[in-house]
């Protein structure tokens, strides 16, 4: 079978090992179309080329690129017609221009569809984009949302089709794996946007009644002048590091410096976390992993980590404080996140399900 992928999330190029897992599978012809880069408030993401083998990796100008909702890829019908696919994949949210334009190219064309969705919350949208969310949940063959509550969320709203609970994108266990640690005090970590719904000015607070424990934080955003200066005020400054954004294939080695590491997201009205890809990157390296009680945090940690009440600092303190004291405890941790990744959350298995839910979709048609 023939799959035509749409994704922007795949110029991340620890994402494309999924890809490559796709290709394997002798029944698979796949080319996935990206744009050169996206824009959003971390900056200009570029394209990283690092897995793509088997497959082919198409770059195509993206229009109004940093529009979330809008974004749009004027070329995609030439791929759609040249390589005749069986199914298009649209790796985007249902009520993004970008599905609802390649979705309207494949049925003109006599392709099966399917899109996908972290969207875990109840929201309305007004016009365009609720008209090209009823147009893409009428006439998707299929669907794959990242969690149980995002499929909950487009039962809800009607969607009635073949829905398959994937995560968007898992873990290559080679590349992500143990490290030797140093010695010295406890080191976390945070990886992520510098934003107010992720939490790092609670992770700040817990820290700064802890001694000899460092804190790495990696990400930008809209946060990080403020986060200094409370790390400043907090007298902790010496002990926070800001380390800015690191091209993907050199995660591993930041998880390789930290004995801990931290996502205290909190809920908000509009947004709750949606999955925390950064804990099962952490939990493969053996790395013990604490997050907060926010969406699905605590189904993604199981009993392979540690789960705090959000915005309680005194909690995640007491957490850290019992860490730092227990080296048993978080070689434990660092064990169980990574047998909990090698279970559900490689890229492989990843990969197989998609395939499955391909393969359904082949045969539902015939």
Known sequence: MRVL??????????????????ARWEDVTLRVVVPPYWRDERGVMPLERAH????????????????????????????????????VHLDEEPYNLATFHGMALARRAGCRTLWFSWQNLQRRYPPPFSLFERYCLRHADAAITGSHSAARVW?????????????????????FAPQRRRGGGLVVGYAGRLVEEKGIDLLLEAVAGLDDVRLE?????????????????????????FRGVLPS?????????????????????NWVEQFGRVLIEAMACGVAVVGADSGEIPHVIGDAGIVFPEEDAAALRGHLARLADDPDLR????????????????????????VDLYRRMVGAAA
């Open 217 to 241: 934080i990696l990400g930008s955003g809209p946060l990080r002048g403020q986060l200094a200066e409370l790390a400043q005020r907090r007298g902790i400054d010496r002990r926070v590091t």
């Open 52 to 87: 793509c083998a088997g497959y082919e990796l198409r770059v195509e100008p993206m229009a109004l690129n940093g529009s979330f909702h809008l974004h749009f890829y004027p070329r995609f019908g030439r791929h759609v017609r040249a390589f005749q696919p069986d199914i």
């Open 155 to 175: 039962r809800d709203k009607g969607y009635g089709g073949p829905l398959a609970v994937i995560p968007q994108f898992g873990v290559d266990p080679q590349l």
């Open 5 to 22: 992928m749409l994704s922007k999330a795949c110029l991340v190029g620890i994402y494309q090992r999924k890809l490559e897992e796709i």
């Open 249 to 269: 294939l050199e995660m591993p080695s930041f998880y390789g410096d930290l004995d801990v590491l931290v996502l205290p997201s909190r809920s908000r009205p």
């Open 331 to 354: 070689a434990d941790l660092g064990r169980r996140g990574r047998e909990r990744v090698l279970a559900h959350y490689t890229q492989a298995q990843v990969a197989a399900e998609t």
